[in-house]
């Protein structure tokens, strides 16, 4: 009796085991990302607004804007300083659900 008391408390733990073996991946995975609300989060924010100002200043001489791989208007509107209802009106023939690697936006007249 004693060897079939091991047997089904094994039986038992194995899967538990298993579901906590998972939940640690998808921790660790999560901590490694960076995807969590803990302080990297803000110290993302505060370096981007920190930079802002510099890249506006940068961006603004240019007239246009080369589209990178990720790219979004709302991506190219923090990078350059430019809101995305001007890139729309500057760039009528733009489509902002298929932005092209490569291609020219104009940031002013």
Do not use: C
Request: charged share 25%.
């Amino acid at each position: 009796m004693a060897n079939r008391r091991r047997r089904s408390a094994a039986r038992l733990l194995a899967p538990l085991a298993l579901v906590l073996a998972v939940v640690a991946v998808l921790v660790v995975i999560q901590a490694s990302t960076g995807s969590g609300d803990d302080s990297g989060g803000e110290t993302t924010k505060t370096t981007a607004t920190q930079q802002e100002p510099t890249q506006t200043t940068k961006q603004r001489v240019r007239p246009s804007y080369t589209v990178k791989l990720n790219d979004t208007l709302e991506r190219i509107s923090e990078k350059t300083g430019v809101s995305v209802a001007r890139l729309e009106e500057l760039n009528p023939e733009l489509d902002p659900q298929n932005l092209i690697v490569g291609q020219k936006i104009k940031l002013r007249e």
